[in-house]
C-alpha cells in the first residue's frame, strides 16, 4: 500500500503572499487537515471524540518547505505511518501537485492520544491500536523519507 492520500484540495488566492506563493502558515493549515483526516480513519473522528472524550495533540512537528506552490494549484497530501506506541503516532505527511510523485513540503509530526477530563495522556484503544497495526503492515515496505528526523542548526565552524 502507498502513503495514503488524506487530503486534497485547491490553493486558495487567501491562502498566497504577495508573490503568488503559497504562504508558509497554509502549508502547515493544509497538512493539519490531512492530520485530521487520519484521525478519522483511524476511528478518532468528531463524533467518537465527542463519546470517549480521547483526541490527539501534536507535541512535535517539523516542517520543509522544498517548492514553491502557486495560486490555484490542484495539491494533494500523502501520509506514512512511521511508528507508533500505545499513545504515540509518528507521522509523515508530503505534499504534492495532483497525481504527480515531486514532493512539495514534508510534515513530520508526534502526536499523543490525550483524555481531555484531565488532560492527561491515555493508552489507543484496541481498535485504534489494530487499525495503526494494519496501517504500519500494509506500509513496511515504502522507503522511509529522506527529510525524516532533520534537526535544525547552522553546520559547524572549520
Known amino acids: 500500500m502507498p502513503a495514503l492520500t488524506t487530503y486534497s484540495t485547491q490553493v486558495l488566492p487567501d491562502w498566497v503572499d504577495y508573490n503568488g506563493h503559497l504562504r508558509d502558515a497554509f502549508y502547515l493549515l493544509i497538512f493539519s487537515y490531512a492530520t485530521d483526516a487520519l484521525m478519522d480513519k483511524l476511528g478518532l473522528d468528531n463524533e467518537n471524540r465527542e463519546a470517549s472524550g480521547h483526541s490527539l495533540f501534536t507535541l512535535e512537528l517539523h516542517l520543509n518547505y522544498l517548492h514553491e506552490v502557486k495560486l490555484g494549484a490542484e495539491v494533494q497530501v500523502r501520509t506514512q505511518l512511521i511508528a507508533f506506541d500505545a499513545k504515540r503516532l509518528h507521522l509523515y505527511h508530503s505534499l504534492h501537485l495532483?497525481?504527480?510523485?515531486?514532493?512539495?513540503?514534508?510534515?513530520?509530526?508526534?502526536?499523543?492520544?490525550?483524555?481531555?477530563?484531565?488532560?492527561?495522556?491515555?493508552?489507543?484503544?484496541?481498535?485504534?491500536?489494530?487499525?495503526?497495526?494494519?496501517?504500519?503492515?500494509?506500509?513496511?515496505?515504502?522507503?522511509?523519507?529522506?527529510?525524516?528526523?532533520?534537526?535544525?542548526?547552522?553546520?559547524?565552524?572549520?
Open 98 to 158: 495532483a497525481g504527480d510523485e515531486k514532493e512539495l513540503a514534508g510534515n513530520e509530526q508526534m502526536l499523543l492520544h490525550v483524555d481531555l477530563a484531565g488532560p492527561h495522556s491515555a493508552p489507543f484503544t484496541e481498535a485504534t491500536s489494530a487499525t495503526l497495526a494494519a496501517i504500519s503492515a500494509e506500509q513496511a515496505d515504502l522507503a522511509r523519507p529522506a527529510l525524516l528526523g532533520r534537526v535544525i542548526g547552522l553546520p559547524p565552524k572549520k
